[in-house]
């Protein structure tokens, strides 16, 4: 069982019958000690969630009355759907981010670049990056999807309109929703190894390697995914890329001063970039 202030979560992994039986012991026990101190859950609020496949057949649980099943449900903000592709929390967040900048347009008849950029970042772009450790997308339509929120939002600056997409971002001096996102899993993933974290909530999200041939700092270990939602989610998609950081990124004093790092590494290549093309 897991609380978080006034939500409730209690799971169980089923592989058989007895599982679902365990399952429901759980929640009577449940029941009676909300009973207890007359603290009762909301019972049309209660509903549960099959995730992933098992041959064995969907089980009715009770909890004051029978829980109905869901497809999706929200969690903490983010829209949790019961095959782990995030589509509907993308097309949701979407959906109000796009709401939002048409608002702005109403709005403001003529935007600066000074003007365009505490708005976008502080009222549009939080839609768009909250929790993205968690659902962030994989395939190149959900990619492109948000990514053109931001696109199509940079062209309310009437003087740069006309520009190309990455330029209108350099006078900006904005990161591109797919950078942001893999810059943010790098901090995340900084901030786990280093345990800024609570032990608790973090442990098992990643294993050290301890072969003898690994070069520069400690790797962490990947294991093998055969599903989608396994091999995409965070502590598995970020190894890759956490191992080939430079190691004085990784070791890093303080968040603070990864941050920069990735930003003056991203300019060096930039740089580096210009340079080969000439």
Request: proline content about 3%; glycine content about 2%; hydrophobic content about 35%.
């Amino acid at each position: 069982m897991v609380l978080y202030a006034d939500d409730t979560k209690v799971f169980r992994r089923i592989q058989d019958v007895e599982d679902c039986n365990r399952l429901q012991g759980d929640l009577d026990e449940l029941r009676k000690w909300t009973e207890k101190l007359l603290l009762l859950f909301h019972p049309e609020k209660s509903k549960y969630m099959k995730i992933g496949n098992t041959s064995v057949d969907d089980n009715e649980y009770i909890m004051y009355i029978i829980i109905s099943k869901t497809r999706t449900e929200r969690d903490i903000g983010v829209v949790i759907d019961d095959k782990l592709t995030f589509a509907d929390h993308l097309a949701e967040k979407i959906e109000k981010a796009n709401k939002i900048v048409g608002l702005i347009k109403r709005t403001f008849v003529f935007l600066e670049p000074a003007t365009f950029k505490p708005l976008f970042t502080s009222l549009v772009r939080p839609h768009l990056e909250y929790a993205n450790q968690v659902w962030c997308p994989q395939l190149i339509k959900d990619i492109n999807a948000i990514e053109n929120v931001q696109r199509r939002v940079s062209k309310l600056v009437s003087c740069l309109k006309e520009l190309p997409y990455e330029e209108r971002l350099k006078r900006f001096d904005l990161p591109s929703l797919t950078y942001g996102r893999s810059r943010g899993d790098k901090i995340e993933t900084f901030k786990i190894v280093n345990n800024k974290y609570d032990k608790e909530c973090t442990e098992g999200l990643f294993r050290m390697r301890e072969d003898s041939v690994t070069r520069g700092h400690k790797k962490l270990f990947k294991a093998k995914a055969r599903l989608n939602s396994c091999k995409y989610s965070f502590p598995n998609r970020v190894v890759n890329i956490w191992n080939n950081l430079p190691d004085e990124m990784v070791h890093s004093e303080t968040v603070t001063h990864l941050s920069q790092d990735l930003i003056n590494f991203v300019k060096h290549r930039i740089k580096n970039s210009i340079i080969k093309l000439r």
